[in-house]
């Protein structure tokens, strides 16, 4: 069965009328304590599913600004085990949105598929995303994230064929994320036409919702996704307002950022000069 709380998310955004925002923050950067003050405060501010990046040494995937916050993690020894632990701190102190682990497949085999999937289901993980695991590989991983109510998402890039694209429908649960373009994560000057040409390619052979990342990172470009797709995933550019906040601010400064892609004005702190 799907993730009850992802599909309730894209529920509510087509129920209301509006893009999603599908947020990335790497978890334990800039330290675990950050992570766990920011996710709530970026669920509050408008985040619809949030993406717990877990750092790994080698990603295929990410650009500069990730694999520069993967690595200040990976220094502070945050692994997948304390991933997953954040994930139920998280959960403890009432965050309520989906929660995505995105990472690499090594650190799962290391730990092992079957005590993986428990301990996302204990930790109250809704969906997996991993970039390097082909869907002609991925039937141990989704098979046990089925049983648990689990979504794995599938990846789809511009150089996706239609046969690809069709297995990979197939087999997907919670929502399709297109890759807008042909290459690694990162903030971009504007919308790649590629990706806004995928989701129509895609729309041909699912009914799950679609969300459109790599390269999002103003207003104009949510609106632009918004145009096509379900939902707008933001990475690189909400790393790299964490990474440039002021000691202290990173907290505040995100989540000014979030309102901004949601187009609505950041709330005046009263009493605060």
């Known amino acids: 069965m799907p993730s009850p709380r992802i599909q309730q998310a894209f529920a509510a955004m087509q129920r209301q009328g509006r893009t999603g925002l599908v947020l990335y923050v790497t978890a334990g950067f800039p330290d675990v304590k950050t992570t766990l003050d920011l996710v709530p405060a970026l669920a509050q501010a408008g985040a619809d599913v949030i993406e717990l990046g877990v750092p790994f040494s080698d990603p295929l995937a990410d650009g500069a600004t990730i694999q520069k916050a993967s690595f200040h993690a990976l220094q502070q020894g945050v692994s997948l085990r304390v991933c997953l632990e954040t994930a139920a701190t998280l959960r403890q102190r009432g965050v309520n949105v989906p929660l995505i682990l ?3 497949y090594n650190p799962i085999l290391a730990l092992g598929v079957t005590e993986f999937i428990q301990r996302c289901k204990e930790c109250g993980v809704d969906g997996l995303i991993v970039p390097d ?5 991925s039937s141990p991983l989704r098979e046990a994230a089925a049983a648990r109510d689990i979504d794995l998402v599938c990846l789809l890039a511009p150089t996706s064929t239609e046969k690809r694209i069709a297995a990979a429908c197939g087999s997907a649960s919670g929502f399709i994320y297109c890759v807008s373009l042909a290459g690694v994560t990162g903030a971009r000057e504007q919308v790649s036409e590629e990706g806004l040409w995928l989701v129509q390619r895609v729309r041909k052979h699912t009914k799950l919702p679609i969300a459109v990342g790599f390269g999002i990172a103003r207003r104009e470009h949510v609106e632009a ?9 933001i990475g690189s550019a909400l790393v790299n307002v964490i990474d440039h906040a002021a000691p202290g601010q990173a907290v505040a400064d995100a989540v000014r950022f ?6 609505r004005p950041q709330p005046i702190a009263r009493g605060v000069r």
């Open 225 to 233: 996704v918004g145009r096509y797709a379900d939902a707008a995933v």
């Open 102 to 104: 995105m990472g690499y």
């Open 133 to 137: 695991l082909p869907p002609e590989e």
């Open 258 to 263: 979030v309102h901004e892609l949601n187009g």
